[in-house]
């Protein structure tokens, strides 16, 4: 009768730790900061009588500082020559230019 009695006992230890984790893993889940989005992978389908290649005319002098894929469209980080930077938007099925945003300093 004794080990009944201890096996009851041990057992209800275990259930009582057993929801802990699950509850301390339900909060965890819940309070934990969202990760970080992956790098989006941009593809262009293939269309006939689309290019597979396009040319994009920088402004004079300029140089791209960086290429980022967004929500299905390109955008290329230019540096003009007099340090003045701008945002470039592509839409890479048509490789034509849809936007272009100058970055200015606060004063």
Do not use: C, N, Q, Y
């Not at 201890?6 to 730790?17: D, K, L, P, T």
């Not at 290329?76 to 340090?83: I, R």
């Amino acid at each position: 009768m004794r080990w009944l009695k201890a096996a009851v006992i041990i057992m209800g230890i275990m259930i009582v730790a057993m929801l802990v984790t699950i509850v301390v893993t339900i909060f965890r889940r819940m309070t934990a900061a969202a990760p970080s989005a992956a790098p989006t992978v941009v593809s262009a389908p293939l269309v006939p009588g689309v290019p597979l290649s396009a040319d994009v005319t920088l402004p004079a002098g300029a140089t791209v500082k960086e290429v980022i894929g967004a929500d299905g469209r390109l955008v290329l980080h230019l540096v003009a020559p007099d340090g003045r930077e701008s945002l470039m938007l592509l839409d890479p099925a048509t490789g034509k230019v849809t936007l272009t945003i100058a970055l200015h300093s606060a004063p």
